[in-house]
């Protein structure tokens, strides 16, 4: 607002000064030159000159702080005063007429002043009605935004009553707070349900995978694949019990101190047959006394799908795992990312299209959810020699 009365009242001073050379122009300049072509026409008609409030010189009487002006308008200092002046020749004559503008000049200086007093009073008026109209303009714009800041429900938002703009932009984000509200809770509510569905049939066939595996257990062939199953019921119902952990808001569960070098150790090997056969090998390196807060379900569900993509994108080389007080870095030889793949990494449903393992694309989207719920951050990093870095930063500061 201080910014546009600034350009108005610039405006207007301009057009007030504009104003004013104009009107200079019109009284005196064109005035003198009238009366310049009527006092010449005079001397050369033989009619003696009748100057009227302007002094009329010829050739010799000019005088000589006159004398050397080239023909034209000019405005001269003399004794203190400004004097307009008109230089004509004609026949080899040469014309003087001066008035006498210091009366003028005075005028104008006041008419400019006014102007500047103006100008400065609008700027102040401005500031002083621009604060006015603030507080009363932007103070319930201030207040919404801190309530939806605050999460604060859809029908206690400040100015819904209110008629004007305000009122209606207060509706507006009441309403799409309320449709927002409704799709989490339906999302939190399907989550939950089908992971409730799903964790009696995973139980079952756990249960079943062990009386199998424990009759089998004079078969070494039939044996594994008992176990196999055993392992993949297991593994099916963490999964389930962490998403129904991410069902939930972070605040209603409680989180102790995990010691995260089991739970890496753990993944590790459960994802250790994906590199059997390759040249690939894992190298685990870090402190075994690290415990972070975390829920074990969901720290394993984002630590696992990091390192089962590691394993499974490197053909040769070697999974470097870090483990310090505030990170853990995931690094693999694979084949690293497009920049196109970047930039949505970690969206729903985006993959590596030239990658010759195809997936659902929602790993890394897992991952980011489960590293938001615990407060946790996840970035990426293309190395210079190639592959993918992948770093969980436990706490909340900037990756070093």
């Known amino acids: ?53 302007v002094n009329f010189f010829i050739n010799s009487d000019i005088p000589d702080y006159l004398s050397d002006l080239p023909e034209g308008l000019h405005e001269v200092m003399h004794d203190g005063k400004e004097i307009t002046v008109i230089v004509r020749k004609v026949n080899d004559e040469t014309f003087v007429i001066t008035d006498d503008t210091s ?9 400019f002043m006014s102007i500047g007093a103006g100008f400065l009073a609008s700027i102040l008026l401005a500031i002083i009605l621009g604060m ?10 201030t207040e919404l935004a801190d309530a939806v800041a605050r999460n604060e429900e859809p029908g206690k938002l400040p100015s819904l009553d209110a008629q004007d703009e305000i009122g209606m932009l207060a509706r507006t984000f009441a309403a799409r707070t309320e449709q927002l509200q409704q799709f989490l809770a339906d999302e939190k509510l399907f989550t939950g349900d089908v992971s409730h569905e799903l964790r009696t049939p995973l139980t079952i066939m756990l249960g079943a995978a062990e009386l199998l595996e424990t009759r089998l257990a004079q078969s070494p062939d039939d044996l594994e694949v008992a176990t196999r199953i055993r392992r993949i019921a297991s593994e099916a119902s963490e999964r389930v019990g962490a998403l129904l952990l991410l069902s939930q808001s972070p605040e209603m569960l409680g989180s102790a101190p995990l010691p995260i070098t089991h739970v890496i150790e753990r993944e590790i090997e459960r994802y250790r047959p994906m590199i059997e056969g390759k040249p690939v090998t894992v190298e685990f390196t870090g402190s075994p006394d690290v415990l972070v807060p975390a829920r074990v379900e969901l720290a394993g569900i984002a630590i696992g799908n990091l390192i089962r993509n590691a394993c499974q994108y490197t053909e040769q080389g070697c999974v470097r795992i870090k483990l310090t ?56 990093e293309s190395p210079v020699s190639g592959g993918s870095r992948f770093i969980l930063q436990f706490a909340a500061t900037t990756p070093r």
Not at 26 to 45: C, G, M, P, V, Y
């Open 1 to 53: 607002m201080l910014l546009m009365a600034f350009a108005l009242c610039s405006f207007f001073s301009l057009v007030a000064y504009v104003a004013v050379e104009i009107s200079e122009s019109q009284l005196i300049d064109h005035r003198l030159d009238k009366e310049a072509d009527r006092l010449i026409d005079q001397h050369i008609n033989n009619r003696p000159p009748d100057p009227e409030e």
């Open 132 to 141: 006015a109209f603030a507080r009363r303009i932007v103070s319930p714009v």
């Open 325 to 380: 007080q505030d990170r853990l870095v995931i690094e693999d030889n694979g084949p690293g990312l497009p920049e196109n793949v970047r930039e949505r990494l970690f969206s729903r449903f985006v993959r590596g299209a030239d990658s010759q393992h195809v997936g659902s694309g929602l790993g890394l989207a897992i991952v980011k959810r489960v590293a938001d719920h615990l407060g946790w951050q996840i970035h990426h």
């Open 103 to 111: 009366d003028f000049e005075i005028t104008e200086i006041l008419i």
